[in-house]
């Protein structure tokens, strides 16, 4: 499998309802946090300080920066005026947005130096990042939290390409829940990846779910697979019947000239 990768661009783009923001930590300073902390607020300095290695904290604060420094340039405020939150499920969001401005969506993801935000004025969005080479005991995996047609969609891979095969579908059901904002309330194995090849495409119920329906219908939202790096894959969900044109932003160097 080899999803396709976005035309990323470094710099701000013309408005588009959806876009999705990468900031890779292993090309900043030295020092990422010195970067990141003009981005931040102190509340989200203290919840970095609690966790144990550098990589976690670097990684907390720069999810937060993204969201503040693209949400600030849409509602012409500083980052440090907006207010984030929590929902029920873990899932981050706006807590008041400023007055008549639009209501923004967004999401967060990370793994290892890659760290992406989904962002839309339009509707909500979920994203996910995986390593391709995330060490996986794939088939037990899948008996857990995969339908039975998509660990027959595994198994009819090359056995050197189940784990990945694997990852990719763990990516969109993961991007989905983040999405409808129910985290693991919704179990994964009640959603189920429709493929076109190797790779997804969209989603429904899975059949168990048919005789009760769910509050949010896995066939109401679109899904695009992508490449976050060579090694990292990733998937975006939106809650669109007819996907929107997308921008693709590496925030790397808008980051540090704003953490200057």
Not at 21 to 49: C, I, K, N, Y
Not at 78 to 100: E, I, N
Not at 185 to 208: K, L, S, W
Not at 246 to 257: F, G, K, L, M, N
Request: glycine letters at 4%; aromatic letters at 6%; one cysteine or more.
């Amino acid at each position: 499998m080899d999803l396709a990768s976005p035309a990323w661009t470094s710099s701000w783009p013309e408005a588009r309802p959806v876009s999705v923001w990468r900031l890779r930590l292993d090309a900043l300073a030295d020092d990422p946090a010195a970067v990141l902390r003009p981005l931040t607020v102190p509340s989200e300095h203290e919840r970095a300080r609690r966790y144990q290695f550098a990589a976690d904290r670097h990684r907390h604060l720069a999810g937060r920066a993204l969201v503040r420094l693209v949400l600030s340039r849409r509602y012409d405020c500083t980052p440090d005026a907006l207010s984030l939150t929590t929902g029920p499920h873990g899932k981050p969001t706006l807590q008041d947005s400023p007055a008549d401005g639009p209501r923004f969506h967004f999401n967060i993801a990370h793994t290892g130096p890659v760290v992406v935000a989904a962002i839309s004025h339009t509707q909500p969005v979920g994203i996910d990042v995986e390593p391709r080479t995330r060490s996986v005991d794939a088939a037990a995996l899948a008996e857990r939290v995969f339908t039975a047609a998509e660990r027959t969609q595994c198994r009819s891979r090359p056995p050197s390409h189940r784990r990945t095969a694997f990852l990719h579908m763990w990516t969109c059901k993961e991007a989905f829940l983040k999405a409808t904002g129910e985290g693991l309330h919704r179990p994964p194995e009640t959603i189920e990846c429709i493929v076109d090849g190797p790779t997804v495409t969209a989603f429904r119920d899975a059949p168990a779910l048919r005789e009760s329906p769910p509050s949010a219908p896995a066939a109401r939202w679109s899904v695009r697979p992508f490449r976050a790096t060579d090694n990292v894959i990733g998937a975006l969900v939106r809650k669109d019947a007819i996907p929107a044109p997308i921008a693709w932003v590496d925030a790397t160097e808008i980051v540090t000239r704003r953490g200057e």
